[in-house]
T-cell receptor, first 109, second 117 residues
Framework: GENVEQHPSTLSVQEGDSAVIKCTYSDSASNYFPWYKQELGKGPQLIIDIRSNVGEKKDQRIAVTLNKTAKHFSLHITETQPEDSAVYFCAAKGFKTIFGAGTRLFVKA | GAVVSQHPSRVICKSGTSVKIECRSLDFQATTMFWYRQFPKQSLMLMATSNEGSKATYEQGVEKDKFLINHASLTLSTLTVTSAHPEDSSFYIC?????????????FGPGTRLTVT
């Protein structure tokens, strides 16, 4: 079946450094790629998304890139802060929305 | 942005009883609602999808008679876990979407922690 692979599963960075999370999808029909941030004990929160007709999108410290040919998309967080610590999920939507396994990001002060 | 609420946030029930979880879209019409289950340190597992006024579509392996879903209005969906057992203990999260949106963006509720004793 369709799947989304997400790497790394855990990422630890120093405050102020950048963090990059990468996802690969298998469904060629996927045309919408959201990213969610989930804090402990809470539901996922949509932080940024990208459509298939766009290669890059930026919102302040967060950016997402998409390579449809390679079926890769990535989340980039610059100038990380301790409050960025959370679990991040990528997803790819074709007929269904498929979620990655999640990346636990730790930002050390 | 779109806001989704869930109630209760936490519930403890005894084995054999039923528990109902409510999911509401507060500032938009949710033509589609999704119910997920999440185990500790794992990703979201889709249980079922429901469109307003229609029967829910359950994912393979999810018992529809055990997890009753009702989506009677454009702002409310409920999940009832019937005859709950300890193995049903989990974090249940709903999300809502509007099919009029470009790409069916999903907005998630805060989740409900169910503990069955």
């Amino acid at each position: 079946g369709e799947n989304v692979e997400q790497h790394p599963s855990t990422l630890s960075v120093q405050e102020g450094d950048s963090a990059v999370i990468k996802c690969t999808y298998s469904d060629s029909a996927s045309n919408y790629f959201p990213w969610y941030k989930q804090e402990l004990g809470k539901g996922p929160q949509l932080i940024i998304d990208i459509r298939s007709n766009v290669g890059e999108k930026k919102d302040q410290r967060i950016a997402v890139t998409l390579n449809k040919t390679a079926k890769h998309f990535s989340l980039h967080i610059t100038e990380t802060q301790p409050e960025d610590s959370a679990v991040y999920f990528c997803a790819a939507k074709g007929f269904k929305t498929i979620f990655g396994a999640g990346t636990r990001l730790f930002v050390k002060a | 942005g779109a806001v989704v609420s869930q109630h209760p946030s936490r519930v403890i029930c005894k084995s054999g009883t039923s528990v109902k979880i409510e999911c509401r879209s507060l500032d938009f019409q949710a033509t589609t609602m999704f119910w997920y289950r999440q185990f500790p340190k794992q990703s979201l597992m889709l249980m079922a999808t429901s469109n307003e006024g229609s029967k829910a579509t359950y994912e393979q392996g999810v018992e529809k008679d055990k997890f009753l879903i009702n989506h009677a209005s454009l702002t409310l969906s409920t999940l009832t876990v019937t005859s709950a057992h300890p193995e049903d203990s989990s974090f249940y999260i709903c999300s809502a979407s509007n099919r009029g949106w470009d790409h069916y963006e999903q907005y998630f509720g805060p989740g409900t922690r169910l503990t069955v004793t």
